[in-house]
């Protein structure tokens, strides 16, 4: 997580390997692909993440003093 110090906005990341694959190797339908299981599950980590940050961020922010 990251903070910017002149707009308090904040990115959540999630970093993979390069070697992570992106799309199912199994087709959905007409040529279209799917998310793989490995990026359905870093999209989720980080729906949690925000959704954790969002209840906690007053209390983390009095936790933190003056900036």
């Known amino acids: 997580m990251f903070a ?3 707009t308090d906005n904040i990115a959540v ?3 993979k390997t390069p ?3 992106l799309l199912s ?3 959905y339908r007409g040529g279209v692909f799917g998310p793989s299981s ?3 599950a870093a999209v989720t980590q980080i729906l949690d ?3 954790k ?3 906690d961020i007053y209390q983390l922010k ?3 003093g003056p900036t």
Do not use: Y
């Open 13 to 15: 990341l999630e970093i």
């Open 38 to 40: 490995e990026l359905v």
């Open 49 to 51: 993440q925000i959704n």
């Open 62 to 64: 009095a936790d933190s």
């Open 4 to 6: 910017n110090q002149l």
């Open 53 to 55: 940050l969002q209840s």
């Open 25 to 27: 190797k199994k087709e």
């Open 19 to 21: 070697g992570m694959a």
